[in-house]
T-cell receptor, first 115, second 114 residues
């Protein structure tokens, strides 16, 4: 069994300040982890993924995430927020090595950027 | 570039109507998925398909059916639409040969049932 908990439903930061979106997971097996972003009225776009290589993963638009097995966490960070980062962010865990199922989505974190 | 398209961005239907949502992918992916997205609930899997004419129930299949007659097309059917099916519907696809289940999403269809 696997699950994902996004610890904040909403996060508000000022433009130019750091962003931290928190994600904890539980999994019986070695997981793959993803962060997706959804801008208003758009589909989901992959930001980054962890697949058991480097624990610090760099993604698009300056985002990165660190896999910490001891804390079962995969928090998303960005050093300096931009207005265009305002969106919904989803943390996703997969424990299948491949195939059609095995993805579990978090409930999402709405990121608000204050000017 | 990877592309998943959905037939409509916005759709308004009446209670009891039969509704078809169409999804097409051009990546030759084996797997296709239908999700619904509601505020505070994230994405919930309705149905998925791992091959032509194959389908599997997801977490919330009640009130829905699907059809996959061709590899590139996956249809979601609401046999008799109800107001509680008002939602954003997202289609996705993934490659069975890729080891990490990355899914590629369409832009979504916002369905309103009156």
């Amino acid at each position: 069994a696997q699950s994902v908990t996004q610890l904040d439903s909403h996060v508000s930061v000022s433009e130019g300040t750091p962003v931290l979106l928190r994600c904890n997971y539980s999994s019986s097996y070695s997981p793959s982890l993803f962060w997706y972003v959804q801008h208003p009225n758009k589909g989901l776009q992959l930001l980054l993924k962890y697949t058991s290589a480097a624990t610090l993963v760099k993604g698009i638009n300056g985002f990165e995430a660190e896999f910490k097995k001891s804390e079962t966490s995969f928090h998303l960070t960005k050093p300096s927020a931009h207005m265009s980062d305002a969106a919904e962010y989803f943390c996703v865990v997969s424990t299948s090595g491949g195939g059609a199922d095995g993805l579990t989505f978090g409930k999402g974190t709405h990121l608000i950027i204050q000017p | 570039d990877v592309k998943v398209t959905q037939s409509s961005r916005y759709l308004v239907k009446r209670t009891g109507e039969k509704v078809f949502l169409e999804c097409v992918q051009d990546m030759d992916h084996e797997n296709m998925f239908w999700y619904r997205q509601d505020p505070g609930l994230g994405l919930r899997l309705i149905y998925f398909s791992y091959d032509v004419k194959m389908k599997e129930k997801g977490d919330i299949p009640e009130g829905y059916s699907v059809s996959r007659e061709k590899k590139e097309r996956f249809s979601l059917i609401l046999e008799s639409a109800s107001t509680n099916q008002t939602s954003m519907y997202l289609c996705a696809s993934s490659d069975d040969r890729a080891p990490y289940n990355e899914q590629f999403f369409g832009p979504g269809t916002r369905l309103t049932v009156l």
